[in-house]
């Protein structure tokens, strides 16, 4: 499956039980921008081609910051890029 813009895109089945697909953005390898759109679509289709039920999004934050040391945008313009754009664009799927 392509990456797109991630990085680093990991999805998982945390517990086959359950029917949900678990899918890992990092801040810390991947920038608070419009790229989850893109992520969002492949765990779309991860979860369709996995015929799961629901997809459940963890967003992870940089250590314990939302800031990535090498993003040229400040940490408080990157946590509001968390809350404007990364959990709308999470909120739509």
Do not use: C
């Not at 953005?25 to 989850?36: G, H, L, P, Q, T």
């Amino acid at each position: 499956m392509p990456t797109f813009g991630a990085k680093n895109l990991f999805l998982t089945r945390v517990n086959m039980a359950n029917n949900i697909l678990y899918a890992f953005y990092d801040i810390k390898v991947n920038a608070a921008s419009f790229d989850i759109g893109k992520y969002m679509v492949m765990a779309e289709q991860r979860r369709l081609l996995d015929k799961l039920d629901a997809i459940f999004v963890v967003i992870v934050p940089n250590g314990e910051s939302w800031a990535r040391s090498d993003d040229e945008h400040s940490a408080m313009q990157q946590k509001w890029r968390v809350n404007n754009i990364l959990i709308p664009q999470v909120a739509q799927l």
